[in-house]
């Protein structure tokens, strides 16, 4: 049973930063994509940031490009997203997502392992 916690979620200034961690207990395979996705009050969820460590490739919407950063700890499995620059907009339940293959990987209904989430919450 793979497992996916999320943290580092919280209430911050607009302007400020936040990281948020995701960890997968007791899997030590490097997973082939990992994602991040959120939801905000009464909107669909949606894509965020996505990395595929074989091919060192990251992607972002355009929302955050240039303000948010995907990374991974490869040593743990473990993976990040850097949150700066923070607008109210982004306040929103973010989610990761990670699968043992490099299809898609943005789409939240298909990819095989969903954390619970962790709250963001932006003031202006």
């Known amino acids: 049973q793979v497992q996916l916690v999320e943290s580092g979620g919280g209430s911050v200034q607009a302007g400020g930063s936040l990281r948020l961690s995701c960890a997968a207990p007791g899997i030590t395979v490097r997973f082939d994509c990992m994602a991040w996705f959120r939801q905000a009050p009464g909107k669909e969820r949606e894509g965020v940031a996505s990395?595929?460590?074989?091919?060192?490739?990251?992607e972002y919407d355009d929302s955050v490009k240039g303000r948010f950063t995907i990374s991974q700890n490869s040593a743990n499995n473990t993976f990040y997203l850097q949150m700066n620059s923070l607008k109210s907009e982004d306040t929103a339940m973010y989610y990761c997502?990670?699968?043992?293959?490099?299809?898609?990987?943005?789409?939240?209904?298909?990819?095989?392992?969903r954390g619970q989430g962790t709250q963001v919450t932006v003031s202006s």
């Open positions: 990395l595929y460590p074989g091919g060192a490739y990251t």
């Open positions: 997502a990670a699968q043992w293959n490099s299809g898609n990987c943005r789409a939240w209904s298909v990819i095989d392992y």
